[in-house]
């Protein structure tokens, strides 16, 4: 080490201990974009397969989470429900759940579409003897914000199957515990307006990596820049 570089243990110190904290950030960061992109092309490829058969189990919905699916089922006699939520262009509103019966299955909540939210009247649903064709997903979490349902007065903000499914009547074993979001069904400005299936999986671990390598690169120049000045005026 040449002389004239002189940081101190003490700065030496805190330097080394931020480095390994900045650089272990980061390639906790690079680690991920791998198994990100995994994901984001396991979506997009189960948005663009043709719809598969539902099958009659379904043990682990997350398995076909994102799957484009199809079957044939009976709407039940059950009072639809509105759960809080924007369009996909941002607009508010509510998104329509109603229960149909799978043939040779169990109950589907179904996502009809979206209305907006100075929508008086409720659109007319299918009825009787229907085919869904749509996106399969796992039941809705709430946010850490997010209020929560309170079914007795009509207020959803959470599209929890198990919630809704109660509120419908049905017991454990007579639906399934998944959600399928139907493809939009009518005309195209017609009401509700289906293939509302919202991907917002961001892969941003790049950028975080090269931020924290890049903050890891800025203080090594600093402690170096900092030695050498010291240095020289000792």
């Not at 805190?14 to 904290?21: A, F």
């Not at 289906?194 to 890891?216: C, E, K, M, S």
Request: contains cysteine.
């Amino acid at each position: 080490m040449p002389k004239s570089f002189k940081p101190g243990i003490a700065l030496t110190v805190c330097t080394l201990l931020g480095l390994i904290v900045l650089i272990g950030l980061g390639t906790w960061q690079a680690r991920k974009i791998g198994p990100k992109a995994d994901l984001l092309a396991r979506i997009e490829g189960g948005l663009a397969a043709t719809p598969i058969q539902l099958p009659v189990h379904l043990d682990d919905p997350s398995a076909l989470d994102y799957h484009r699916v199809t079957f044939v089922g009976h709407v039940l006699d059950r009072a639809p429900i509105k759960v809080f939520a924007t369009s996909l262009t941002g607009k508010s509103g509510y998104h329509i759940y109603a229960p149909v019966q799978k043939q040779h299955g169990m109950a589907v909540a179904v996502n009809f579409g979206w209305i907006p939210f100075h929508q008086e009247k409720l659109p007319a649903l299918p009825s009787g003897d229907i085919a869904v064709t749509g996106v399969l997903r796992t039941s809705a979490t709430p946010g850490s914000m997010t209020p929560p349902n309170v079914p007795e007065k009509g207020q959803w903000f959470t599209a929890d199957v198990h919630e809704m499914a109660a509120h419908w009547g049905l017991r454990t074993k007579e639906y399934y515990h998944f959600r399928i979001f139907s493809d939009h069904i009518g005309a195209a400005d017609s009401l509700p307006q289906g293939g509302q299936v919202r991907v917002d999986i961001p892969n941003d671990h790049l950028q975080y990596a090269i931020t924290w390598f890049g903050l890891a690169a800025t203080l090594l120049g600093v402690y170096i820049a900092f030695g050498f000045k010291r240095g020289r005026e000792e």
